[in-house]
């Protein structure tokens, strides 16, 4: 596991899932988005991976940040989910999604375990 400041923390598991946890009022800058991104790429080693993003408690993510996530084109990277609780997150992250336009599959969830089997899903 790595931990990246006070923000986040970033671990590969067994399923070859990787799980970006956002910590508890984190904001997430275009600085925190780089060493998420290069927390994430030496955590899988080249692996091919779904990856699990875990917003639920973030507090805000700049636009830049977004945008630098958004452009990611990964081909060790099969699918996102991105899992939050909140019920003022999920309209935005759609909202996001639609106008960012991700290049990786990438779908919105309520909880891990749908999310997971997802992402499990287009693993294969």
Do not use: C
Request: glycine letters at 0%.
């Amino acid at each position: 596991m790595i931990e990246i400041a006070e923000n986040a923390k970033v671990w590969l598991d067994s399923d070859n899932i990787l799980t970006i946890k956002i910590l508890s009022k984190a904001t997430i800058e275009m600085e925190d988005a780089k060493k998420i991104i290069a927390a994430s790429a030496e955590e899988t080693e080249n692996k091919i991976h779904g990856n699990l993003v875990d917003v639920s408690e973030m507090t805000y993510m700049s636009r830049e940040a977004r945008s630098l996530f958004a452009a990611q084109e990964n081909e060790t990277v099969k699918a996102i989910a991105v899992i939050s609780n909140s019920k003022l997150h999920k309209p935005l992250i759609n909202l996001y999604f639609n106008i960012s336009k991700p290049k990786i599959p990438t779908k919105f969830f309520n909880d891990t375990e749908s999310a997971k089997k997802w992402l499990i899903d287009n693993l294969k």
